[in-house]
C-alpha cells in the first residue's frame, strides 16, 4: 500500500516553489504537515499554498537542512520573536 499523501505548506517565490519551514516554542527548526487541506487553513489560512506529498519524499527533502523532525497537524503557531525575521519564522504549538 503506497504511503498517504501529506498537504504540507510552501512558499511560492519567482519559477520556485520551496518548503516552509518552522521553529517549535524551544526554537528547533522543524517542518509541518497536515492531514487535509482543511487543517491546513485551520491553522495557517485558506489561502496559504500547499503541496502533497509523502512523508518519505518530504523527510527526504529535509535531509541535510538541520531540520529536527516533521510535526503532523500542529495545533497552531504564534508571532516569532522578536529577534527572529517575522517573514520566515512562526513558533509552532504542538498539541
Given amino acids: 500500500m503506497p504511503d498517504?499523501?501529506?498537504?504540507?505548506p510552501v512558499r511560492e517565490g519567482k519559477g520556485t516553489v520551496s518548503l516552509r519551514l518552522f521553529r517549535t516554542t524551544a526554537g528547533n527548526r522543524t517542518a509541518v504537515a497536515f492531514s487535509s487541506p482543511l487543517a491546513l487553513a485551520r491553522v495557517l489560512g485558506a489561502d496559504h499554498r500547499w503541496i502533497r506529498l509523502s512523508e518519505p519524499a518530504l523527510r527526504h527533502m529535509l535531509a541535510?537542512?538541520?531540520?529536527?523532525?516533521?510535526?503532523?497537524?500542529?495545533?497552531g503557531?504564534?508571532?516569532?520573536?522578536?529577534?527572529?525575521?517575522?517573514?520566515?519564522?512562526?513558533h509552532l504549538r504542538v498539541a
Fill in 4 to 8: 498517504p499523501l501529506l498537504v504540507v
Fill in 64 to 75: 541535510g537542512l538541520s531540520v529536527t523532525g516533521v510535526v503532523l497537524d500542529p495545533a
Fill in 77 to 90: 503557531t504564534t508571532p516569532a520573536r522578536p529577534s527572529a525575521p517575522s517573514h520566515d519564522v512562526h
